[in-house]
C-alpha cells in the first residue's frame, strides 16, 4: 500500500531539495503538528545519516528515528525506520522533485505493508496520515516559493570553506 500526495511547485528543482537541507529551519513552518527534529548522525541530506522527529497524527505523538537510504541530489530522496520491527511494516517514505516546464513536481510517499484487516482498522489513522500529507505538500509549496530565489543558507562549515552548502 501507498500513500501518496503530490503538488506543483513553481520552483527550480534545487529550490526543492534546498528545503530539505535546511530542515531544521523548515520542520515546524511545514505542519503545525511538528513537534521535534533533530540530527542524531551526521548532518544534511545524505545516505546513512540519521534523524529523529516527532509529530501528532490524529492526536497521537508519534517519535520516528529514520536513515536516509537513497538519496540523488535535486531529484529523490528516500528515507526508512532505523528499527527493524517499524521498518518491516514501513519500509520506505520518499520525496520525489520532478522537474516540469514551469517548477516541479513535488511527490511525497508512504509505503506501508498492511494487510486488507490492518487496512480496515486503522482506516480512520491512514486518512489523518494522507490529511497530514497534504498539508505538508501545501506548506512546503509555499515555503519553497517564498524561498526560491534566496541563496542557500551557510553553515557554520561552509563558512570555514568559504562555499555555500
Keep these: 500500500m501507498v500513500l501518496q500526495d503530490s503538488v506543483m511547485i513553481q520552483a527550480a528543482p534545487g529550490a526543492t531539495f534546498r528545503f530539505f537541507e535546511e530542515m531544521e529551519a523548515n520542520y515546524f513552518e511545514c505542519h503545525p503538528d511538528h513537534v521535534l527534529f533533530q540530527w542524531v548522525s551526521g548532518r544534511g541530506v545524505k545516505e546513512g545519516n540519521v534523524f529523529y522527529f516527532e509529530e501528532y497524527i490524529r492526536g497521537k505523538l508519534l517519535k520516528k528515528r529514520v536513515v536516509f537510504t537513497r538519496v540523488i541530489p ?43 484487516l490492518a487496512r480496515r482498522a486503522n482506516a ?42
Design 74 to 116: 535535486n531529484r529523490h530522496i528516500e528515507f526508512a525506520p532505523t528499527f527493524w520491527l517499524m521498518r518491516f511494516f514501513l519500509p520506505r517514505m520518499l520525496f520525489r522533485i520532478e522537474r516540469e516546464s514551469e517548477g516541479c513536481q513535488f511527490i511525497a510517499e508512504i509505503h506501508l505493508r498492511l494487510g486488507p
Design 124 to 165: 480512520k489513522d491512514l486518512d489523518a496520515v494522507r490529511e497530514h500529507m497534504r498539508v505538508e505538500g501545501v506548506n512546503i509549496k509555499r515555503i519553497v516559493e517564498a524561498n526560491a530565489d534566496r541563496p542557500a543558507r551557510r553553515s557554520w562549515r561552509s563558512e570555514m570553506s568559504g562555499k555555500a552548502e
